[in-house]
């Protein structure tokens, strides 16, 4: 069984920085994904980043390409989330994403979450 806990959230001013924390609990053994999303109040969820299994790739929504970059630490078991450069509307719930068919399937079904930490960048 796979668990998520992010960690990291807080209130930013615009222009600054942030980095989210996501605890992998489980060590998965495979090709799975894991990867970041985000939900604003009243928006749907969307893809923010996603990582393979070995982090020989990464993949960005266009809305955080150059400003956002996901990573993993094996040793801690953790994904990160660094956001630099943010942005009003990058306002939202963050939740880190995990699935066993691979970057591809995220958010697609099958996903395991974890329960989400809140960014809120003031302008």
């Known amino acids: 069984q796979v668990q998520l806990v992010e960690s990291g959230g807080g209130l930013v001013q615009a222009g600054g920085s942030l980095r989210l924390s996501c605890v992998i609990s489980g060590r998965p053994f495979g090709t799975y994904g894991l990867g970041w999303f985000r939900q604003a109040p009243g928006k749907e969820r969307e893809f923010v980043a996603a990582?393979?299994?070995?982090?020989?790739?990464?993949t960005y929504a266009d809305s955080v390409k150059g400003r956002f970059t996901i990573s993993r630490d094996y040793a801690q078991d953790t994904l990160y989330l660094q956001m630099n450069s943010l942005k009003p509307e990058d306002t939202a719930a963050y939740y880190c994403?995990?699935?066993?068919?691979?970057?591809?399937?995220?958010?697609?079904?099958?996903?395991?979450w974890g329960r989400g930490t809140q960014v809120t960048v003031s302008s």
């Open positions: 990582i393979t299994y070995n982090s020989d790739s990464t």
């Open positions: 994403a995990f699935n066993w068919g691979g970057v591809a399937t995220l958010g697609r079904g099958d996903d395991y």
